[in-house]
């Protein structure tokens, strides 16, 4: 019995150092990431990054852009000022069960231009650049943006919400090139922005709490 008794406390002791370990990194990064959140876009932000809509530029009606999407089962339909560097109508399909929450928040939009009605093709590097330029434009930037190239998924994106939009196209501007923006290659619209602050403080905060490291390797099942 001495034996197994010894085992026993061994087990216990050190698997109990184990765990609080993890206890420990989850409240610190968790203290962290009450004052640096993971990096996204909120509305408010993309409202006020938006250009203003000039009405004399919206010539197809919703219901025309409706019927030219090809969409049968609309969820939502809604128009956006920055598309590419024009104004569009971006749609969304409601198909699929109500179960599948995460192919449903995914969903890949059919976008219609506002002035033409014509089917915009998926966003190239020159439609993401042309795209960022006008949101940076909006904080009055005018120093130059920097293509970083299509990403599939980085530390930043792995939001499942971003999986409709993949790949992404990276884009770097603002100060000194310091603010990341992350567009769309269905849409050509930006999906998500990340600042330097933010990039710099979640490796102390999201990227541990959530136990990112362990993304895309061999414990990616358990994960």
Request: proline fraction near 5%.
């Amino acid at each position: 019995l001495l034996p197994s008794r010894r085992w026993l406390y061994l087990t216990h002791r050190w698997l109990g150092i184990v765990l609080c370990l993890f206890f420990a990194m989850w409240f610190v990064s968790g203290v962290v990431m009450m004052y640096v959140g993971y990096p996204k876009l909120t509305p408010d932000e993309a409202l006020a990054h938006s250009p203003p809509i000039v009405a004399e530029t919206i010539r197809v009606t919703p219901a025309q852009a409706a019927r030219l999407s090809g969409v049968t089962a609309i969820k939502d339909i809604r128009l956006a000022a920055n598309v590419g560097g024009f104004t569009a109508y971006l749609i969304t399909s409601d198909a699929g069960p109500a179960s599948d929450k995460r192919r449903r928040s995914a969903a890949a939009a059919v976008v219609v231009n506002a002035t033409t009605g014509e089917i915009v093709p998926r966003a190239d590097a020159a439609a993401a650049t042309l795209a960022a330029q006008r949101y940076f434009a909006q904080e009055g930037s005018v120093a130059p943006v920097t293509y970083r190239g299509g990403i599939g998924e980085d530390a930043y994106t792995h939001s499942r919400a971003l999986d409709g939009h993949r790949p992404l196209h990276l884009v770097a501007g603002g100060e000194g090139g310091a603010t990341w923006l992350y567009l769309s290659a269905t849409t050509g619209e930006v999906v998500r922005d990340a600042t330097a602050t933010e990039r710099l403080w979640n490796f102390a905060g999201a990227w541990i709490h959530w136990l990112y490291p362990f993304r895309d390797t061999v414990f990616e099942p358990y994960w």
